[in-house]
């Protein structure tokens, strides 16, 4: 059995710098767009649309949720360039994390708004609020305190996530950590060093979580 030895990284700090930057910028916009679908889409959902709106809305939840990330992306940065459609590797693990997270993310946002009480609906329009003031500064804002921790959880799960981004030209850290392999073959230094990356980038999240949720708790109050 040979020695351990993390030593072998160091040479290759520069490098895991540039695939964190990686990292963060997929996740991080992914994470913005999704939950900007997911808001648009979870309230169209809980509300009084036509059939066909809500059919197609339904669908595109549908579809992501009942198919494997990795092949959504496969399909879109190497299955759309036969229609003539060619988008960067980068932009393509965006769009199709944010459509893949906004699905998910929409379900969130949709329970939450139906777990606000109908009582504050008749309150909110014994006072006079229209329907758009009374989902915009009654409905939304307890509906975004229930969602937090789920949506905090959900963007450690993107970080992570982008690890399936390996499969596209892009180097980020699990890609960078296979190429670090071919060269020094130390394959248990390089991921146990790769996975303390990952859980240093996402634990956090859990203490943001705590303190954006105490937040609006004040704000709704």
Do not use: H
Not at 15 to 42: E, K, P
Not at 102 to 121: C, L, T
Request: with cysteine; charged share 15%.
């Amino acid at each position: 059995m040979r020695d351990l030895d993390f030593s072998i990284m160091i040479q290759f700090i520069p490098m895991i710098g540039d695939a964190i930057v990686v990292v963060l910028t997929v996740g991080i916009f992914s994470f913005i767009f999704a939950l900007l679908i997911a808001i648009v889409v979870g309230i169209l959902r809980s509300g009084n649309l036509p059939k066909p709106i809500k059919f197609i809305l339904a669908s595109y939840v549908e579809l992501v949720r009942g198919t494997p990330l990795l092949v959504q992306l496969f399909v879109f940065y190497y299955g759309l360039p036969a229609f003539g459609i060619k988008v960067p590797p980068i932009e393509s693990a965006i769009i199709t994390m944010s459509l893949n997270s906004g699905a998910y993310f929409s379900e969130i946002v949709r329970g939450a708004i139906m777990s606000v009480e109908k009582g504050q609906y008749e309150a909110a329009k014994t006072l006079g609020y229209s329907k758009l003031q009374t989902s915009l500064y009654i409905v939304l804002p307890q509906a975004m305190r229930i969602a937090i921790p789920s949506f905090m959880n959900g963007f450690s799960t993107m970080i992570k996530e982008t690890s399936m981004v390996s499969v596209l030209p892009v180097i980020e850290l699990l890609r960078l950590g296979n190429q670090i392999y071919a060269i020094t073959f130390r394959p248990f230094e390089i991921y146990l060093t790769l996975a303390g990356i990952y859980f240093c980038m996402t634990y956090p999240m859990t203490f943001f979580a705590k303190w954006l949720e105490r937040r609006f708790s004040k704000w709704v109050a």
